[in-house]
């Protein structure tokens, strides 16, 4: 039984992404919607609108990519805690830091 309010990382994929000048958010295949604070990702907060507006899934949703920017951002939770802020996933993000990350939906 999973109580900590986050789902199970194999339930993670994402369909679309919206990037502010405050957060990144991700719909997942799911309904659910993920925002977290653009802050956790430097590359995307220093990155024009247009260089935001431009990414890509990677694989079957298990990731994001930025061409333009080189910047790739998990969306499952990988096997190892993050050691590098920039290089955690989402999940593992709204895990440790559950007071600046929004879930809506499903």
Known sequence: MNTSGVPP??????QDVRV???????????GRV???P???YPRLAEAS??????W?????GIGIHWPEL??????ERPSRRCAVRR????????AHRSEEFVWSGA
């Open 9 to 14: 990382a194999t339930a993670v994929k994402a």
């Open 20 to 30: 502010s000048d405050r957060a990144l958010v991700v719909e997942l295949r799911d």
């Open 34 to 36: 993920v925002s977290v």
């Open 56 to 60: 890509e899934l990677l694989g079957p």
């Open 49 to 54: 609108r247009r260089e935001r507006k431009r």
């Open 70 to 75: 080189d910047e790739d951002i998990s969306v």
């Open 87 to 94: 290089e955690c996933d989402i999940a593992e993000r709204m």
């Open 38 to 40: 653009l802050t956790w």
